[in-house]
C-alpha cells in the first residue's frame, strides 16, 4: 500500500510539474455538490425501499426501533454497507 502510495503521489507530481490539469475542478462549484448530495439521497431511497417497508410494518406492530433492528438482522437485511443494524439506522431509513 505504501509503495503504491508513492508511485501514485510521484505521477500526480510530474503531471503537475508538467502543467497539466489534476483533478476536475467543475466538480466543486455548489451546484455539483448539491447534485452529488441529492443523487446520494436518491439512490439510498431506492436501495433501501424494500427494507423501509419492512421495517414500516415491524414498527406498525408496536416493535421498538432495536427491536425492528434486530429483525432485520434475523431475515438477513443488510445496510448499503453491508454491516449490521442499529436503532439509529432503522429511524433513518424510515425517516426518508
Known sequence: AQLISARTKAALAAR???GLKLGKPE???PEAR????AA?????ISDMRTVAAYAGAL????????ATAAQLEAHGFRTRK??????VQVKRVLDR
Do not use: I, V
Open 82 to 87: 453491508g454491516g449490521p443494524w442499529s436503532a
Open 40 to 44: 446520494s439521497k436518491a439512490r439510498a
Open 59 to 66: 414498527r406498525s406492530q408496536g416493535l421498538s426501533l432495536r
Open 27 to 29: 466538480n466543486l462549484t
Open 16 to 18: 503537475k510539474a508538467r
Open 34 to 37: 448539491q447534485a452529488g448530495a
